[in-house]
């Protein structure tokens, strides 16, 4: 999520205790169903209007409904019907609600459940991360300001099973856009009867999705879905069990997968490097990318365009992926996943915004250095000193030791940089980031839908994942067209969103890295467990032979 960042963007994170009762079924018969498999860190809530993480989002891709479902890579009705009937103006969506779908309580879903959800996340009170991304609906925006009631909203039921979205502009992914959940429904007398508790452990919800949430605390590091006997679809549910266990640790991950304790293992590093050529071995190929943000309110040298450019020049991005990660990671080059949106001739958006700029992040240590020292000139400094922040795994720490190395290559006699690293569980990076309390921070973002404004749209001025609080007037206008007067015209709005790319990449706002290629090593009876379109496993899907 984000979604996402990574947030849903996605990401690398913290603690390991595990338990023996976790992975147990690991190796039980074909019939039980049963799979076991990790992650690398703790659920941080399971309030769709405040998970922005990709744990606790894949979690409530797996426990909670929303109005349509990405089916591999398909999009098609979930708590919805069918598909929706759209207007000639392209500004109102009339959705028909699943006759008979119930929450794991028994009450049924209807209508009024998505608009209490939708009006609850937008409101300010609530205090959600993700109310921008209400922002489209008729309303929303001055509902996400305070300054109209969240009633006011276009989102409204009629009778039981009729939903209607109204938009106040074009919206060309808005189907794809609502698989996230921030806008699966939360059951409203449940919110009232737990307060601020709702969200916090598992007794404290209840689920509409395909499985249902059991033995999570709200800190623990193993919890267990199961299969959800009130979900609509139920009977296509293939799994009956999944176990989930926190693990941070590479060679603990292959020590477990090998005993039989884990289903699925992610890998990375020599570990990833080394399993190749097991049958096991599989790459995941997310929709998401890791840059570095500079704080240049706190580092003034990062003000600097020279000086900001010269730090990405200085990365050898491909020695980096081989070297470090050896995961089937790419480099990329703008921050804009490969395969994420496509115009209508089949080209692939971050190629097509990568042509104009990869000069400007393509590894060239000589004419780095020389960057620098005119930038460190122009900056009217000799040298100066930051720390880069990053989450305390082991790919995350051998991440900034690789870029502290790269970067202080820099230096000369004349123009000295000075690196130190700092890491941390994730939970502790993310907020440090939203208190723009870091230098450079390693961040990472996962598309919540397939298309370019789902990156986009974080680095506009005054966004709140815009961590370093970089701004350009130009990116913003053209970001805003694409959303705004260019968004009923497929060629302009993609112009648009390729411009915006190529501003970012080229001014350095932030510094690209690489796409996410997770190495995993996967039982072999297991079946349809890869990303989706959304960037979340479908594990409703998932079969265990």
Not at 213 to 227: A, F, I, P, R
Not at 364 to 373: E, I, Y
Request: hydrophobic share 30%; charged share 25%; glycine share 6%.
């Amino acid at each position: 999520m984000k979604k996402k960042p990574l947030l849903l963007g996605s990401m690398l994170t913290t603690m390991v205790v595990l338990l023996a009762a976790c992975g147990s079924n690991s190796s039980s018969s074909s019939k039980s169903q049963s799979m076991t498999r990790m992650v690398k860190d703790v659920i941080q809530t399971m309030d769709p209007a405040q998970a922005t993480d990709v744990i606790s989002g894949q979690t409530l891709q797996d426990t909670t409904a929303g109005l349509l479902r990405f089916k591999g890579k398909t999009l098609e009705p979930d708590l919805a019907s069918k598909k929706p009937t759209v207007s000639k103006d392209q500004k109102t969506y009339t959705f028909t609600i699943r006759k008979g779908a119930k929450w794991s309580d028994g009450k049924e879903i209807t209508a009024q459940d998505f608009v209490y959800s939708w009006q609850r996340a937008a409101d300010p009170k609530t205090k959600s991360e993700y109310s921008y991304i209400f922002s489209g609906i008729k309303n929303a925006d001055d509902v996400i300001a305070g300054k109209k009631d969240p009633s006011t909203m276009g989102v409204k039921a009629e009778g039981k099973y009729k939903l209607v979205v109204t938009l106040d502009r074009v919206m060309p992914y808005f189907q794809k856009m609502i698989t996230l959940q921030t806008f699966n429904p939360v059951e409203k007398s449940v919110v009232k009867k737990y307060g601020s508790k709702f969200g916090t452990a598992s007794k404290y919800i209840t689920a509409s999705g395909p499985y249902k949430l059991t033995n999570w605390n709200g800190s623990n590091n193993t919890w267990t879905e199961v299969k959800n006997k009130s979900y609509w679809n139920a009977k296509n549910v293939k799994l009956d069990k999944i176990k989930t266990t926190v693990v941070k640790d590479t060679s603990t991950a292959v020590n477990l997968f090998q005993s039989n304790k884990l289903d699925d293992a992610v890998i990375s590093g020599d570990t990833a490097t080394q399993m190749k050529n097991d049958k096991s071995y599989k790459t995941m190929v997310q929709g998401r990318t890791t840059y570095l943000e500079m704080e240049q309110k706190k580092v003034p040298a990062f003000k600097n365009q020279k000086i900001r450019q010269a730090l990405s020049l200085s990365i050898n991005r491909t020695q980096f992926i081989n070297k470090v990660l050896g995961d089937g990671s790419r480099p990329v080059y703008t921050i804009l996943p490969y395969k994420s949106m496509y115009s209508s001739d089949g080209t692939d958006i971050a190629a097509a915004a990568t042509k104009g700029v990869k000069q400007y992040n393509d590894y060239d240590l000589s004419k780095a250095k020389q960057l620098f020292k005119e930038g460190m000139k122009e900056a009217g400094l000799t040298s100066f000193s930051f720390t880069i922040t990053s989450d305390d795994t082991d790919a995350a720490k051998s991440t900034t030791e690789y870029l502290q190395n790269a970067f202080e290559k820099l230096s000369s006699s004349d123009a000295k940089v000075t690196v130190k690293t700092k890491s941390v569980p994730f939970k502790t990076r993310i907020t440090l980031s939203e208190q723009h309390n870091f230098d450079m921070v390693v961040s990472g973002w996962q598309g919540d839908f397939p298309d370019a404004i789902s990156f986009l749209d974080l680095e506009t001025t005054g966004n709140s994942y815009n961590f370093g609080q970089w701004s350009n007037a130009e990116y913003d206008k053209y970001v805003q067209a694409s959303k705004t007067t260019d968004a009923t015209s497929t060629s302009k709005r993609w112009d648009d969103l390729v411009k915006a790319t190529q501003i970012l990449a080229k001014d350095n706002g932030v510094i690209p890295l690489y796409q996410t290629g997770e190495a995993h090593l996967t039982n072999t009876k297991i079946s349809n467990y890869d990303y989706g379109p959304n960037n979340m496993i479908d594990m409703e899907s998932v079969t265990k032979k």
